[in-house]
């Protein structure tokens, strides 16, 4: 089901980017994700898994829980996470007010600077 999500970006990166949605079992993501030079999603499995890799990471945090609890760990993880008026909601499912600010408000301007500064940062573990 996330391939659909996943192959307008793919496609908006002709060359530079593969959707592996679907096509992988849990070694083998994190026989890639191991490769990779960044990681950038939101809090999900792969993420943490990338971050415990020594792979840097770029997560999109909601606001639903307070800091601290569910990032990824690492010195190469940066979470990115909107305050907002109705943070800590634990709307696990839905958005309580309807508006999902806690993720949308975080800005592509945002990611591309994070991740610019984990890329950039001489911390990498690994290049590829």
Avoid: Y
């Avoid at 849990?26 to 950038?40: D, E, I, P």
């Avoid at 997560?59 to 305050?83: D, F, K, N, Q």
């Amino acid at each position: 089901a996330e391939r659909r999500l996943a192959s307008p970006i793919a496609a908006a990166l002709p060359g530079r980017s593969w959707n592996a949605c679907g096509e992988s079992d849990l070694m083998q993501l994190a026989a890639l994700l191991k490769c990779c030079t960044l990681f950038v999603g939101n809090d999900s499995g792969p993420g943490h898994l990338a971050a415990a890799l020594g792979t840097p990471v770029v997560t999109l945090m909601s606001a639903i829980h307070a800091p601290g609890i569910w990032e990824p760990r690492g010195a190469e993880a940066l979470v990115l996470r909107e305050t907002v008026p109705c943070e800590f909601c634990r709307g696990e499912t839905f958005c309580r007010t309807g508006t999902e600010i806690c993720v949308r408000g975080i800005t592509v301007a945002r990611v591309v600077a994070a991740a610019r500064a984990l890329l950039t940062s001489g911390r990498r573990a690994h290049s590829s």
